[in-house]
């Protein structure tokens, strides 16, 4: 192996770094997992980050945006590390220093969680303390490895000084002629202070301490380390690695069982009092490459600020209705239950889909209807915003009036026939028909809280998003695609249209800027799902622009003007492209 003995040192930062962040995830085990260093940094960074970057990277990266925000973050720190293993030689206060600003950082992100108590800055503590002792070791301490090798001149006869050294470092300035020279620059403060702590190997033949950078004069540098120290330095680094592996994969494992995933089996959805109506046949084309009518939960888009999907334990799940109530209400798992439920089929959105994007869903929702939740807790006059709050603090502001026009808002626990999967907002979350899942679908909610807009921006309000967020009239051309070979002569488009709780009244196609021409409508369950559409086209050869837009039933038709889906969703008509042989 031909490490540098720079390349020793930086490998030392990212072994300690590596052991801060491993150590950490078995303590998160105990202290939960939003407490671990790297996700409570990577959630505070979520929180902060400007909307425009979480957009692009929503955009780049889809729903893998925390994949690429978690390994964005590990690469960052390990880039860090690497340069404070390297100024670590040469003051290894500094890269001690280093981690424990890494600590403070990570304590800070555990610490301003909601929820979090004292104890979730154990992970990060513990992991800084082992990170330090690790770079110490290697720096200065048992498996120490001369990052910069020196080979003493042969005495030079005479008075006469030394000429300076070439090398790569040049002594500091305020200690430089400060010999005799301890090369390990740095080390011997430490070493110093923890008389308990060996003694660098080779300290004791240069003399006492010493703050000197580099080489004394006249010494000259070795081709390489020494062998036998580089093998310990290296077999130190694999250990620890490996060490370092087992406890943050182990204890990963562990926090992964320690979810709620067995009580959720454990849950038997009561039967509704208000079945769902059966889907009418043909609702669904069954066409390949056209969404199916209902998404399979499998399939269903995913939308949230969670790094780690919150585990509710349904024992002790409460969902609060407070705030501007003249009788607040308290419910638990079996309370909520055991009340009557209805099931509906709702179309789900997101405020971030783009024209022609896929951040939709519809599925069969379970659940109590707020409408009578919030009857029961009667709102003052004026509380006209319901915040939904999650347990992981997330928040959103949903109209007061909305969710007791007599629409099927549900406090939902159950999706197509099973409980809220985890990631879903198992126990119970909102659903409410005709406004994206920004101010109204709050997973994990466990309060709702009557106050007013007015008084009170629910968390992507002030990143930018609109308080209000009825959903648009959109349409969408799922076949063909834009890689499709097509062939002369009849050719089926299709896609999906939707204006949840107005209802889709037409949808129209039009090739090449030409006339629009009328789409076949499949039935659908209610105005409160999409709709598929169906149009035969006779295709020419050649390439073809196919355009699509909808008409909601109030006869308003889809805008064609073009706008981002930032602050209320995006405009515009789906337009795809193809090419006829
Ligand atoms: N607790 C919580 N609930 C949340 C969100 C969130 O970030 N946290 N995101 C919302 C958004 S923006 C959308 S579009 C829907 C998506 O729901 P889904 O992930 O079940 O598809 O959840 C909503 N509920
Ligand atoms: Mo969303």
Redesign the pocket.
Known sequence: MSTTPRGLAALAGITAAAVAIGVAEPVAVLTGPRSAPLIAVGGLVVDVVPEPLKQFAITLFGTYDKIALLVGTALLLAAFAALLGLLAVRRLWIGLAGIAAFAALGVAAALTRAGADAADALPSLVGAGLGGLVLWAFLAGPLEVDPWPWTPPTPPPGPSTPPPAPGPETPDLETAGSAPADPHAGSSGSVDADPAGPVPIDAGAVGGPASVTGPPAGWEPLESTDPESRRRFLRGVGALAGAAAVAGLGGHWLAGRRGVSAAREAVTLPAPSAAAPAVPAGADLSLAQLAPYVTPTSG???????LVV?QVDPETWRLRIHGRVRNPIELSFADLLARPMVERYVT??????EVGGD?I?NARWLGVPLKELLDEADPEEGADQVV?????????GTPTAVLRDGRDALLAVG?NGEP??V???FPA??VVPGL???V??????TELELTSFADFDA??VPRGWSAQGPVKTQSRIDTPRPRNRLTTGPVMVAGVAWAQHRGVSRVEVRVDGGPWREATLAPTVSVDTWVQWSWRWDATPGEHILQVRATDATGEPQTGREQPVEPDGATGWHTVKVTVR
């Open positions: 269903f888009y995913r939308i949230d600020t969670a919150p789900l959105a997101c405020v971030s889909n951040l869903g939904g709050r999650s347990v992981d603090g997330w928040t959103c999706m809220l999967p990631e879903h907002g979350r909102m994206y899942g920004y109204s679908a709050c997973k994990w909610v968390y992507w």
